[in-house]
């Protein structure tokens, strides 16, 4: 079969094959390219699933650090409340011994 048969019956001419080849050869090639950026979207999706997970893993050492912090500082406001307490006391026993003594015998 020759160029001119393929006009004559209705088919496509060899130029408009050739055409045609050529637009499924850059659809094949843009399909490619797509298929690549999805894998390498892919890729990013799942360093970005793995970078929360571990900022989840990081929030949970976060809470359980904040929390023994939060325990330190109510032991300190509490040994801070018996400094207070024990001072006021030692001030007490100063001033009574400091009039006993003060007393004429």
Do not use: Y
């Not at 023994?68 to 006391?89: H, I, K, P, T, Y």
């Amino acid at each position: 079969m020759n160029e001119a048969q393929f006009e004559s019956d209705g088919a496509p001419t060899m130029k408009e094959f050739n055409e045609l080849r050529d637009q499924v050869f850059r659809s094949d090639e843009k399909l490619t390219r797509v298929a690549a950026t999805v894998a390498r979207i892919e890729g990013d999706l799942f360093e970005v699933k793995r970078d929360v997970s571990e900022l989840k893993g990081l929030h949970a050492k976060f809470d359980r650090f904040q929390t023994v912090l939060d325990g330190m500082a109510r032991q300190m406001e509490s040994f801070e409340r018996w400094c207070r307490f024990q001072g006021n006391m030692l001030v007490e026993h100063e001033g009574r011994i400091t009039k006993l003594e003060a007393k004429p015998q």
